[in-house]
Structures are given as structure tokens and as C-alpha cells.
């Protein structure tokens, strides 16, 4: 099948006076309109192209690299609103619509929103959605305690800000485990802190455990070369400043400062941290 919103290895069939015609194993076909053919080529040369339907139903490809896919999440501006709904530019020529039934808030020209693409059942289109909690499931869950999963940086709540885990899931980041600033719609790596009652899903930007000190300590070291050796913060330096300069925990400072100090790499002083 050759379905919409995904991307498709398909294989130049012949060309024509309005592009190239490609196709795949089924027979299906889809044209690759002329501006978006490659200065070489030849017939039975396969193109990764995005398939998608026209304003005339049309399956249609590209080579434009979308900012969503089908079933993803992404954050997306509104380029213009009309009486049907709102149409978000997501990087290819026709825009994404969004009816006015799924927008929980009506949608302003010029802002962005974090939106979910599907297939509408009854117009066979790509459209999008910002009624995330509709396609956003934790049971079942696909994913386990330590493990390392993508995720999209969602609203803030009074606990911490909301994050959509791997395309699938809801998870939640608290305030007191956020080192770095963030933005709504960041794309990020993160880890599965842990699993509780209900699925509900702790989430943490710092690889937990012992493997989780390496790279803060290598942080640390690449702070202080930056700096001339010296860092002023101590075990007794406030946390806030310690999240200030490197962003990360006091705990966290702590131990990675600790194996510098094994392995030799700093002196430590009541002033700060030398590089040695």
C-alpha cells in the first residue's frame, strides 16, 4: 500500500511532460511533479519521496521533507485561519488543516501548537489534530524503567511539564528533575525515571545510575578548560547556582565531581575546582 503521510521507496516508472512517474510493487503510481525531479536520473532508479494527497485528492510526491509524519506529534505555526478551520505550515507546499472540532482552543494566525496527523476517515486527507490526549495511550505501555526513549517537551502543569514519550505515550518531567531550559515542542532524549500506579510515567533528561556520571563529569571538565582551569562551586555551593552554570543537579555535581576527583583529573579547594 502506498499509504499517505509516510515516506516511500518507489521506483522511476517514466517520465513525462508534468514529472516522473514512480511506483511500487503493488502497481500503484504517483506522480513526482517536475520541480522536485533530480537533475539525474534514470528510468528504474529508486527515489525516496513523501506521499501525500493535492487539493484534488490526488496521491501526490515529494522530496520536501515534512515537519510531521503520520501518527507524530509535532509543533507546528499557523500560517493562516479561515471559516473550515486553521492551516499549519509542516514544510511541504499544501498546507495541514486543522478542523475547528479539534481544537480544544481556537487557533491564532502566527502562534504554534503542538498537534497530533492522522488520516480523516471521511475525507481519506492528512489532517491534524490538538486534542492530544485522544491519541496519546499508556496502556499498554511499550516502554520500561531506565529505559532511553525520544521525547516532545508539552504543556506545563502545577507538578512539571507534560511530555509525549516515543509518538505514544504521556509522561511528566517534575520541576526539581529540570536542569536545562525548555521549550514546548523541544525534541529531546530522555529516560524512563519510573513506572507508577496507573502507568503513569516519571520522566528525567539525566541518565540514571552510575552511567549517567560519565558524560556530567566530561561536562564538568569541558566547563573548566573553558574556563581556566577553575570553576567556583563547591559541594556547599548553592543548588541553584550549580543549575545556573552547568545545568544540572546538585547530586548530580556531586558525584561527577567525584570521580574527576578519582580519577585525578581536578583539585578540589574550599573555593572550587581546579583543573589539574
Known sequence: ????????????????????????????????????????????????????????????????????LLHQFAFLPVK????????????IEKDLFVPFREQP???AEGRSYLVYMYVDEKTDRLVASADLRRFLRNDPLTV????????????????????????LHKGLIYYNELF?????????????????????IDVTLQKPGYEGIE????????????????LPLTDKSNPVEIIRQLEMSKKTFKKAVGLLYKQKIIRIADNGIYLI
Do not use: C
Not at 520500561?144 to 509518538?167: C, Y
Not at 514546548?184 to 502507568?199: A, L, V
Not at 558524560?215 to 582551569?229: C, E, S, Y
Open 144 to 167: 520500561a524503567e531506565g529505559a532511553e526513549v525520544d521525547i516532545i517537551i508539552g504543556e506545563s502543569t502545577d507538578l512539571g511539564v507534560n511530555v509525549i514519550i516515543n509518538h
Open 1 to 68: 500500500m502506498m499509504d499517505i503521510g509516510k515516506y516511500h521507496t518507489l521506483r522511476i516508472l517514466r517520465e513525462t511532460g508534468s514529472g516522473l512517474y514512480l511506483g511500487n510493487t503493488d502497481g500503484q503510481e504517483v506522480l513526482l511533479p517536475g520541480k522536485y525531479v533530480p537533475e539525474a536520473f534514470a528510468i528504474g532508479d529508486e527515489l525516496v519521496v513523501f506521499v501525500y494527497k493535492d487539493n484534488e485528492n490526488r496521491l501526490i510526491a515529494t522530496t520536501l521533507q515534512p515537519r510531521i
Open 180 to 200: 536545562v531550559k525548555i521549550n514546548m515542542g523541544d525534541s529531546r532524549r530522555g529516560y524512563i525515571k519510573k513506572i507508577r500506579e496507573g502507568n503513569k
Open 215 to 230: 558524560p556530567n563529569a566530561d561536562k564538568i571538565r569541558a566547563v573548566l578548560q573553558a574556563r581556566g582551569g577553575f
Open 80 to 91: 493562516s485561519v479561515t471559516e473550515q478551520g486553521a492551516f499549519l505550515d509542516w514544510g
Open 105 to 107: 482552543r481556537k487557533m
